[in-house]
Structure formats: structure tokens, C-alpha cells
């Protein structure tokens, strides 16, 4: 894989980082704040409490800083800091909810259906197939196609062996053409009305 320049970039920061440069600590997390951010909105399905996630996964990650051996292996570190954040995040909610105060403290939602399938419909056909991905491998997916990880990296950062990311990889490539190609053999419209012409 190709070294990006972000990837150099970040080595850099984690090495100056680590000698106490506090305003290296402040790139590195400008450097890597939206890439973790949309990692933990992934796994935790709420913008806010990705956010809440995240402040919290930094206090860790520039703790752990000095342990860190290899500069180069920030990005799954990190990513793996984040993950295990965001599981704990997500079991903390579910016990929460679990109990009959909370459930009785929560107000009912109101039914958001019809703005879900427009908010779904908006989206394209590749959003949406990704979308569509049981929960492991549409994280596994977007650390490959979309934060461009290896393999290697991913089971570092979801801390699973790298012959399950694979697996997943492969299951979610198959059920993502599964899915596009019944978009694209879809009928159109072909007859009737020319209503909008």
C-alpha cells in the first residue's frame, strides 16, 4: 500500500508528540478527528454520542502515546482506542435501557418513517447497499474502501483476527453487487402517462 502524505504526516506529529510537543498533540488530533469521528458514528449510530465517544478516546490515545512502539501503527491504534470506546458507549446505553426508570424516563419518539425513507432515498445506490451491510461488515468496508486501511489494519483497529476482516470483506462485496445489480435491473418506467414530460 502507498504511503499517503497524511499517513507520513501523522507519523511525524506522533513522534514529536511522544516528546512532550503539545502543539503536535493539537495537529495530530486535527490531523485524525474526522476520520475517527466517522469511525465512531459508525459504530455508534448517533452523531453526539460519537462525538462524547471520541473526546473521551483522545484522553487514551495521547496517554498511551509512550507506549505506542511504532509511530506508523497510529492509525489502527487509534482507530482500535475508538472501537473499544464506542462498544463500552453502546453496552453503558443498553444497560441504561434496560432498566424500567430509564425506560419510563424516555419520552416516546415520534414515528419517523416517512422522513427515514426520504432521508434513505436521497442517498445514492452505493450509500445505500453500504448501508444495507449487517453491522460488521459495513465497518469493515468502510475501513477499506473509504479510511483506505489493509486488512492487517482493520483487525488491529476491530480488534479481530485479519482472516474474519477478510471474510467480512468478501461476504460485503458480494451483498453490495447483490445489491447494486438489483438497482440497476430494476424496470423503468417505460409506458403509460407522460406525465412531467
Not at 60 to 67: A, S, T, W
Not at 140 to 146: C, G, P, Q, S, V
Request: charged share 25%.
Amino acid at each position: 500500500m502507498q504511503r499517503d502524505s497524511k499517513r507520513v504526516l501523522g507519523e511525524y506529529l506522533v513522534m514529536s508528540a511522544r516528546t512532550g510537543d503539545r502543539a503536535a498533540c493539537g495537529q495530530l488530533a486535527r490531523l485524525w478527528q474526522p476520520a475517527l469521528l466517522r469511525h465512531a458514528l459508525r459504530l455508534t449510530g448517533d452523531a453526539e454520542l460519537a462525538r462524547d465517544t471520541l473526546q473521551e478516546a483522545w484522553i487514551d490515545i495521547f496517554r498511551g502515546l509512550g507506549g505506542l512502539a511504532d509511530a506508523a501503527a497510529f492509525p489502527a491504534w487509534a482507530y482500535r482506542i475508538v472501537t473499544r470506546k464506542s462498544a463500552a458507549t453502546v453496552r453503558g446505553l443498553q444497560r441504561r435501557r434496560q432498566t424500567g426508570e430509564a425506560l419510563a424516563a424516555e419520552p416516546v419518539a415520534p414515528d419517523r418513517g416517512e422522513a427515514d425513507a426520504e432521508a434513505l432515498a436521497d442517498r445514492g445506490p452505493l450509500a445505500r447497499a453500504l448501508a444495507g451491510l449487517p453491522a460488521a461488515q459495513r465497518h469493515a468496508m468502510a475501513l477499506f474502501y473509504i479510511d483506505d486501511f489493509t486488512a492487517a489494519e482493520i483487525a488491529v483497529a476491530l480488534s479481530v483476527p485479519v482472516g474474519t476482516i477478510k471474510t467480512r470483506l468478501m461476504h460485503g462485496r458480494r451483498k453490495m453487487r447483490a445489491a447494486l445489480d438489483s438497482t440497476t435491473s430494476q424496470p423503468t418506467n417505460q409506458g403509460g402517462s407522460n406525465d412531467g414530460i
